[in-house]
């Protein structure tokens, strides 16, 4: 049966018109979704434990008879890694280990203290510090997400955070195995089976249990994304994740089935993914159409495809492969995928993506498991302004300043000087007192 996916062409009159339509997202929650969750935040404020025991009980099916018998054990942690089958939990541990080793080397060059001492001999600087304590929100409705344990708790430990608390959902009580075994390689603290908007308010606001922390990762449906925007500023807080995306970038190089199954890889999530080619060459647009075509219905999750493309993929024939870069920084991509026998001609044409994956062999299906760079990135066009979750969003940075008695000398009159124009005389004298 034909996939009835969008085919654009950049040179046809209405495109500007058709393109704005495909990339149109509201990120804005159901009205009725943002009124439930401010009364379950407000309630789980007011009453702590007994609020969360009561909607774990109602949205979960799991009947518990305190929130500390909730919370995971290290040893069932560890229970659940030495319980894994040999080549699962090796597979397990070298992506661990790729992925701390991937975010130590980004600590050191983006996240170290420095300072240094000017001709006066004021010191002038900067102090890195890790975040006290942080919350990890891991997805356990209609899947588990072991990888996002590692890509969320791995930085956090690479960045020296004292405590890592993981909360996530078990419904009817089951819990994953997997994700207790990445919770146990990627130093989780402590762990509790808990989720929806709940949660993230125990962990925001703190309960008799569940420790208050200082910032709060990870995916979640819905409700735990307006959770994460309500209780924003009592707490930090990574992003506001939209449907997941791919943008991939041919040349007409690589092999077609390849690229069909690179657009299914994002598709699969969820209907309102979106998955998009950009290429020059349109025989090659119709050869990945014939792939997508004949490949979805060897697909367990054809149906969930399926809406995918048709409701928000597409295939779009560009005039060029630079055009196609140009309206590539337009999309601002969660994953952009250069499929070209010569990646890194275009890669400096582009600007705007959560992940950029370069060459035909690198899939992103890759970078969301072992590659080691973070799968937790922007969506929705943020990339234009946001990053990848990194080693960076668990710490802080503070300013130092020591000023030298030669130091106020110089500082002084120009502070003085500016706070007078400001009209704020205190600020005057304290500067000039030095002066004296």
Not at 211 to 233: L, M
Not at 403 to 422: F, H, N, T, W
């Amino acid at each position: 049966m034909t996939v009835a996916i969008r085919r654009l062409t950049t040179a046809a009159f209405e495109f500007e018109q058709d393109f704005q339509r495909l990339l149109h997202w509201s990120a804005d929650t159901d009205r009725e979704i943002e009124t439930r969750v401010a009364q379950i935040l407000a309630d789980v404020r007011a009453r702590g434990d007994a609020a969360v025991l009561e909607y774990t009980a109602r949205f979960d099916g799991v009947q518990a008879a305190s929130v500390a018998a909730l919370e995971i054990p290290q040893a069932e942690l560890q229970a659940a890694l030495a319980a894994l089958a040999p080549a699962r939990r090796a597979a397990l541990e070298d992506a661990a280990r790729r992925v701390r080793d991937y975010h130590e080397r980004q600590r050191d060059a983006c996240c170290r203290s420095w300072s240094y001492r000017d001709a006066d001999g004021t010191l002038l600087g900067q102090k890195v510090t890790p975040l006290d304590r942080v919350g990890i929100y891991v997805p356990g409705g209609k899947a588990a997400y072991p990888s996002s344990v590692l890509m969320n708790a791995i930085p956090a430990q690479v960045a020296g955070v004292g405590e890592i608390v993981m909360v996530v959902p078990t419904p009817k009580g089951e819990r994953n195995a997997l994700v207790l075994a990445a919770a146990a390689v990627a130093g989780v603290h402590r762990a509790f089976a808990i989720g929806g908007a709940q949660a993230v308010a125990a962990l925001a606001y703190g309960t008799a249990t569940v420790p208050r922390v200082d910032k709060i990762t990870g995916p979640g449906n819905a409700y735990v994304a307006s959770a994460k925007k309500h209780v924003f500023g009592q707490v930090g807080i990574d992003m506001i994740a939209g449907p997941s995306e791919i943008l991939v970038l041919a040349d007409g190089t690589t092999p077609p089935d390849w690229v069909a199954m690179d657009l299914f890889s994002q598709a699969e999530h969820d209907e309102l993914a979106q998955s998009i080619l950009l290429c020059p060459d349109g025989g090659y647009i119709d050869r990945v159409q014939q792939e997508i075509e004949r490949l979805l219905p060897t697909m367990p999750r054809a149906g969930i495809i399926r809406a995918s493309l048709e409701g928000r993929g597409a295939l779009i024939h560009t005039r060029s492969m630079e055009e196609a870069c140009a309206i590539a920084n337009r999309i601002a991509p969660e994953h952009l995928e250069v499929a070209s026998a010569e990646p890194q001609r275009w890669e400096p044409l582009l600007r705007h993506a959560g992940a950029i994956f370069l060459g035909a062999f690198t899939s992103e299906s890759l970078g969301d498991y072992c590659a080691g760079p973070n799968h937790v990135l922007p969506t929705s066009g943020t990339a234009r302004f946001s990053s990848p979750l990194g080693v960076y969003d668990f710490v802080k940075r503070s300013s130092l300043i020591e000023v030298s008695d030669a130091g106020a000398k110089a500082l002084g009159p120009i502070a003085g000087e500016l706070a007078d124009g400001e009209g704020l005389p205190a600020h005057a004298e304290a500067a000039r007192m030095r002066l004296r």
